[in-house]
């Protein structure tokens, strides 16, 4: 069993639409939440970052972390063709060697 | 600010040669990590260095090394190419070792070994 599970998609959704991309993990040890997008041919860009449970927003942008069913969530809101990308979450144990382990990757295209 | 740099951006090798990959961490950051991320799977983590030091190893062979030079910039070297190292080599930085401190990446290296 993984220690990160991510639905790879692809996940294909009308411009407007609230989309939803989540996680599930198997250690309690984790600690620090964080989701990454990428486009094509790009490095992984950090857009959120959250240590405790509970929703942290950023613009479109909402993440989720519920430690207790160990299940996080990012939220897109107002979904736009410029947010088609892979969305890779992340996470990291506390005091560990800054290693992130993270998921496969889910697949998103926002059709105009 | 520039972000991470890396280069080469593209590289191609043959089985049994040897590669070094080199990244420029963001301005004030110290510590860098390096991750090999093959095609449709998510980064999977190979070292992380701070103040020089190795502070972190993930599960790769030997054929892996890399150091850190006083100026924060790093090097990623591989031996002995196989196949299966095709992958694009992902640099990061941040500013300290602390887990609170998040880690941004460069554009990669694309490793092609035929």
């Known amino acids: 069993q993984k220690e990160v599970e991510q639905d790879p998609g692809p996940l294909s959704v009308p411009e407007g639409a609230i989309v939803s991309l989540n996680c599930t993990y198997s250690?309690?040890?984790?600690?620090?939440f964080m989701w990454y997008r990428q486009y094509s041919r790009k490095g992984p860009e950090l857009l959120m970052y959250?240590?405790?449970?509970g929703n942290k927003e950023d613009g479109r942008f909402t993440a989720q972390v519920d430690k207790s069913s160990k299940y996080i969530s990012l939220f897109i809101r107002d979904s736009q063709p410029s947010d088609s990308a892979t969305y890779l979450c992340?996470?990291?144990?506390?005091?560990?060697?800054?290693?992130?382990?993270f998921g496969s990757g889910t697949q998103l295209t926002v059709l105009p | 600010d520039a972000g991470v740099t890396q280069s080469p951006t593209h590289l191609i090798k043959t089985r049994g040669q040897q590669v070094t990959l080199r990244c420029s961490p963001i301005s004030g950051h110290k510590s860098v990590s390096w991750y090999q991320q093959v095609l449709g799977q998510g980064p999977q983590f190979i070292f992380q260095y701070y103040e020089k030091e190795e502070r972190g190893r993930g599960n790769f062979p030997d054929r892996f090394s890399a150091r850190q030079f006083p100026n924060y910039s790093s090097e990623l070297n591989v031996n002995a190419l196989l196949l299966g190292d095709s992958a694009l080599y992902l640099c990061a930085s941040s500013t300290g070792f602390l887990s609170n401190q998040p880690q941004h990446f460069g554009d990669g290296t694309r490793l092609s070994i035929l």
């Open positions: 992340a996470l990291e144990y506390s005091g560990s060697a800054r290693q992130l382990t």
């Open positions: 959250t240590y405790s449970s």
């Open positions: 250690n309690s040890a984790f600690q620090y």
